[in-house]
């Protein structure tokens, strides 16, 4: 047989394993003898469909992770894991569409099959945990579920994959060795911390000039609104004093490193030179995925709380508490969005010398 014969005699039907896929929709309720619950299909169909989409998301993550987990990443290769982890976007903005479709069944709907997920629950969704590892979800500030570990229900090849990802193979770790390796934090004569410490010193001063010289302003709040201001002892204080920094990761209240942290808040300050955007838009990727996630949880819970207000939920769970907790607690890179607390106006930011626009630009010579 030759290969057009070959190619040729696949089908839409066998490519897409059609005859499997449509026939793993089984209410239990159908076999009893009350009869089948309308609304059950709905349900399996919709967690199939997260399912279905939480093994693109992993297929598109351990892409990326692959890429940058290594010595060297090669700069062709972050414009793709750009449109990769866009497309992981565009996933988690479906995942939270899903949600008003699942409401378009009432809390008595699902009343009428509820009894028969007994004792399932979405805890159990193995391929959800990994996407939580390779995103870079730390077990240590993991919720426990009812008193059980999160990997308790899985196998033991399960457990030592999730174990292998969180402390080998994740995005956060992938990131973070990357900005730590990115090298244009020193050029030369010019320091770029020094002269970040420099603008913000003079910003803050500016602020309370005008805060204390304001006309329509009582005493007492310009007290206030300079103490809500900040000084370089406050909010600047975490990349101004690299030992308060360590603390602060020390103690659990920061987790990305110093080195990556003044990495990324200078990918930010300055991402409009042309060797910046790239890494600008990824880490803003990053930062999107991690907001539609917390997104997801918390239209998740709300959902929750709609159906069956503050039952316990089939696995065991406080549910909506549960649920509501998790989407407050389980932030991934909090660190990055953090970044948005040091920034400074454009106005006020330190000139690049011109032989440091040079190496961040695109510069052609004969």
């Known amino acids: 047989m030759d290969s057009k014969q070959k190619y040729s005699t696949i089908h839409y039907q066998s490519y897409l394993a059609l005859d499997q896929l449509l026939s793993a929709q089984n209410p239990r309720s159908a076999s009893m003898d009350s009869g089948e619950a309308h609304e059950e299909m709905l349900f399996i169909i919709v967690h199939q469909s997260y399912e279905i989409w939480f093994k693109q998301i992993i297929h598109e993550l351990e892409s990326v992770v692959n890429m940058f987990d290594k010595e060297v990443v090669d700069e062709k290769n972050i414009g793709t894991a750009i449109a990769r982890l866009n497309r992981v976007i565009q996933i988690f903005k479906l995942l939270v569409d899903h949600i008003p479709i699942m409401e378009s069944m009432t809390p008595l709907d699902f009343l009428d099959f509820r009894n028969y997920l007994f004792p399932a629950s979405g805890f159990q969704s193995y391929q959800f945990r990994k996407v939580e590892n390779l995103l870079g979800l730390p077990e240590n500030e993991r919720m426990t579920y009812a008193g059980h570990h999160y990997a308790a229900f899985f196998s033991d090849e399960q457990k030592a994959e999730l174990d292998h990802i969180i402390h080998h193979k994740n995005l956060f770790q992938a990131v973070e060795a990357w900005l730590e390796r990115i090298p244009f934090l020193h050029f030369e004569d010019f320091n770029f911390l020094e002269a970040y410490r420099a603008a913000v010193e003079r910003m803050l001063a500016k602020e309370e000039k005008a805060i204390k ?146 190496k961040l630009g695109y510069v052609y010579s004969k």
Request: glycine letters at 4%.
């Open 213 to 358: 010289e304001s006309d329509y302003l009582s005493d007492k709040d310009k007290e206030m609104r300079i103490r809500m201001m900040g000084t370089t002892d406050t909010y600047f204080q975490t990349i101004l004093d690299p030992a308060y920094h360590a603390k602060l990761v020390e103690e659990g209240r920061q987790r990305l490193s110093y080195k990556a942290t003044l990495a990324a808040l200078m990918i930010n300050l300055y991402n409009e030179q042309p060797l910046l955007q790239l890494p600008y838009r990824f880490l803003l990727c990053i930062v999107d995925i991690d907001e539609l996630l917390t997104t997801w949880r918390y239209r998740h819970s709300q959902m929750v709380l709609r159906m069956l207000g503050r039952k316990v939920g089939t696995g065991g769970s406080s549910g909506h508490e549960y649920l509501n907790e998790t989407a407050q607690r389980h932030h991934i890179f909090k660190d990055f969005h953090n970044i948005s607390t040091l920034l400074i106006p454009r106005s006020e930011l330190p000139e690049l010398p011109e032989k440091v626009k040079a």
